[in-house]
C-alpha cells in the first residue's frame, strides 16, 4: 500500500489531465490529484480531453506528464482518446480506468501500448498504488543513479537521496547536466565555463569553476566526480 506522503515527494512536480464525463468522480477525484501533481487539469469526454491536450502544448511547449482517462465516454471514447494522444506522444503516459464490463476494451488498449490501469469503482488504496507505479516509471527511465541511495532525474532536474530532495543551484544542475551529457568523456575547465557562464562573465576564471565543481562534490557521494589533475572533469559511475 503507498503511502500519500511517500507517494507526493516523487509526484508533486508532475502535470496531470484527468478526463472523466462522471461529474461527482471527476470533482471527487481531482481533488485528490491536485493533492498530489503541481498542475491537474480536467475535461468531461474525449474531445473536451484531446483539446485540453493540444492545448496545453501549444501554451507550454510540453505534454502533461500523465493523463488519467476514463473508457465510456462522449463524442470520443477513452480507447479512441489514447489512440489520438500516442500518436502525437508516443512516449505519453497514459492511465485508463475501466469498469468490470469494459474488459472487452483492454485487449484494445493493451495493443496500442497502454499498460497502467485503474478498476472501478476506485479505491483510494488502488488510485495512490496506480499513481505511484507511474511516477516511479519516470525516474526508471530518466534517472541516474550514483550509488548509496543518490540519484538525478534528468526530467525533473532534481537530485536526490532516496526520497529526500537535495538542493542545489541553478549552476549546479547546469554542471552535472554537462557531465551527463557524455558519461565517457571528462570536460575541461574552459569547457564548463563556456557551458554556464558565457552569458555572464566573459573572462575565463579557473577558481570559479573549481568553486563550483567542489560544491556539486559536495552533494555528491565520494568520489562521484572525476578530477583529472584538476584540469578537467567527469563522472564516476562505476560505483552503482
Given at each position: ?7 507526493k ?82 512516449n ?13 476494451y ?13 478498476q ?57 547536466e ?12 574552459n ?50
Amino acid at each position: 500500500m503507498t503511502n500519500f506522503k511517500a507517494l507526493k515527494k516523487i509526484s508533486k512536480d508532475f502535470t496531470l489531465l484527468f478526463v472523466e464525463d462522471d461529474f461527482t468522480l471527476r470533482n471527487q477525484t481531482a481533488k485528490i490529484f491536485s493533492n498530489l501533481f503541481r498542475l491537474v487539469d480536467t475535461a468531461e469526454n474525449g474531445k473536451e480531453g484531446l483539446e485540453s491536450f493540444n492545448n496545453y502544448f501549444n501554451i507550454t511547449g510540453k505534454y502533461y506528464d500523465i493523463v488519467v482517462s476514463d473508457i465510456e465516454m462522449p463524442y470520443i471514447n477513452g480507447i479512441e482518446l489514447s489512440r489520438r494522444i500516442l500518436a502525437i506522444n508516443n512516449n505519453q503516459k497514459i492511465v485508463i480506468m475501466s469498469a468490470y464490463d469494459d474488459k472487452e476494451y483492454l485487449l484494445d488498449l493493451i495493443k496500442i501500448g497502454i499498460e497502467c490501469f485503474m478498476q472501478k469503482p476506485l479505491s483510494t488504496d488502488h488510485l495512490l498504488d496506480t499513481m505511484h507505479k507511474v511516477c516511479v516509471s519516470f525516474e526508471d527511465e530518466t534517472s541516474t543513479s550514483f550509488g548509496n541511495g543518490y540519484y538525478f532525474n534528468n526530467y525533473l532536474k532534481i537530485l536526490f537521496h532516496n526520497t529526500s530532495r537535495i538542493n542545489i543551484s541553478y549552476n549546479e544542475t547546469m554542471l552535472l547536466e554537462l557531465l551527463l551529457s557524455d558519461k565517457t568523456k571528462k570536460f575541461t575547465a574552459n569547457e564548463i565555463h563556456h557551458h554556464i557562464y558565457d552569458d555572464i562573465q566573459e573572462t575565463f576564471v579557473k577558481e570559479t569553476v573549481d568553486s563550483l565543481i567542489q560544491r556539486l562534490s559536495n552533494r555528491l557521494p565520494d568520489g562521484s566526480i572525476i578530477n583529472d589533475s584538476n584540469i578537467a572533469f567527469g563522472l564516476n559511475l562505476s560505483t552503482r
